[in-house]
């Protein structure tokens, strides 16, 4: 939600700017002689339609826009037509608009939303100003990376790292038992929703205090309040939840956009006996532990666990713990603030997903659940 006045050619501008910037934002997906390949086209000049809702009565804008959302949300994406990624302006007021931006996941992740901020934030006042474009030249593009990996996927260090996680869950890995409204059907449909969560300033600001006096973090916390959860909900003692990692461990990467993000299966052995503090230690051994073996692809690793297929959950994880922290995100850009709207797709990847993002002074966050097996109120 953008608030203060909006000078539409510098948007659109600053929009097209980024695109050629970012070779990921120009990428298709097409298919080869040898499968899916990466395609980037050298130039895209993206739409981005306006809808004026002024026209209807101020008690109507509100709704009207959700439905519009809602249904840019659901629309699929041809893989093989640029771009993948959808971008729309509401107008609600004068000085009062929706910029609405979704992508495909294979090109994105969350970082690159950190780093759409961080050049709107330089790129949009700039062309306001008649100024030329700020930023410089990336040093690697998304394509690099691709290529690298691919040749890393056949090295020594892979195979460490492999073994890392082979070692760690080895032995009988018990899917995640929780009790559910529904029985659990023969194949995920990936339906889902999800339940807001907001923590206010005072307890954001408990749980810093908590962490600190553990010698751990924010994330760490509330990823052991989330074990702590799942534990007596199912009375398992012996846990995997799945977390992301940004995946760009060159400074070279941090400015590139693309999908970098891994996901780690964090394994944890309860102890029912011990306090929250003992616990939380033991979260922050497993955390520390994973963030040391961080690149092996997810998929990878199910393959080389080999697992039985099962359709009925997700492989190896069937909980997800997210934590963004966004106080870095530039409040504006140029004469225009900012204020996060709350969409969610509604879809689930797994059978329940927690995740916060973290802003100076309050936590915002969500229950994702798996609306195969439970209700709204359940969640």
């Excluded at 697992?307 to 934590?323: H, K, V």
């Excluded at 059978?351 to 993002?357: E, K, M, R, T």
């Amino acid at each position: 939600r953008l608030h203060g006045p909006l000078n539409l050619a510098a948007f659109e501008q600053a929009l097209r700017a980024m695109v050629q910037r970012q070779p990921v934002l120009r990428t298709a997906i097409e298919q080869g002689e040898a499968g899916a390949v990466q395609y980037i086209h050298a130039t895209l000049e993206p739409e981005l339609p306006l809808e004026d809702l002024t026209r209807l009565p101020a008690d109507e804008r509100e709704a009207w826009l959700q439905r519009r959302i809602d249904a840019l949300v659901a629309e699929p994406f041809d893989l093989a037509t640029p771009p993948l990624f959808r971008a729309q302006l509401f107008r609600l007021g004068e000085e009062e608009h929706v910029f609405f931006f979704m992508t495909h996941h294979i090109i994105w992740d969350g970082w690159s939303f950190d780093l759409l901020y961080q050049e709107m934030a330089a790129l949009y006042p700039a062309f306001c100003e008649g100024r030329p474009d700020p930023l410089p030249p990336l040093a690697i593009e998304y394509g690099d990376f691709a290529a690298w990996q691919r040749q890393w996927m056949q090295g020594e260090e892979l195979q460490r790292q492999l073994d890392h996680w082979l070692s760690r869950l080895q032995g009988r890995l018990e899917p995640l038992e929780l009790p559910a409204d529904r029985a659990r059907p023969a194949r995920m449909s990936g339906a889902g929703d999800t339940e807001w969560i907001e923590l206010p300033s005072a307890r954001l600001d408990a749980v810093r205090a908590l962490a600190r006096q553990a010698g751990t973090t924010a994330f760490m916390v509330l990823l052991t309040a989330y074990y702590v959860l799942l534990h007596r909900l199912g009375g398992q003692r012996d846990l995997i939840v799945s977390t992301p990692v940004r995946g760009r461990d060159a400074v070279e990467l941090e400015p590139v956009m693309g999908f970098f993000v891994n996901a780690l299966p964090l394994r944890l052995a309860l102890d029912p006996q011990a306090g929250f503090l003992d616990v939380l230690r033991a979260v922050r051994n497993v955390v520390l532990d994973a963030f040391g073996c961080p690149d092996v692809p997810f998929e990878h690793l199910v393959k080389a666990l080999r697992l039985p297929r099962d359709e009925s959950r997700p492989p190896l994880a069937q909980a997800m713990f997210s934590y963004q922290d966004v106080r870095g995100r530039a409040p504006g850009w140029g004469e225009l603030r900012h204020q996060r709207l709350e969409v969610f797709q509604r879809g689930s990847a797994y059978d329940l997903g927690l995740w916060f993002v973290e802003g100076e002074h309050a936590l915002i966050g969500g229950m994702s659940y798996n609306t195969d097996l439970f209700e709204p109120a359940t969640a």
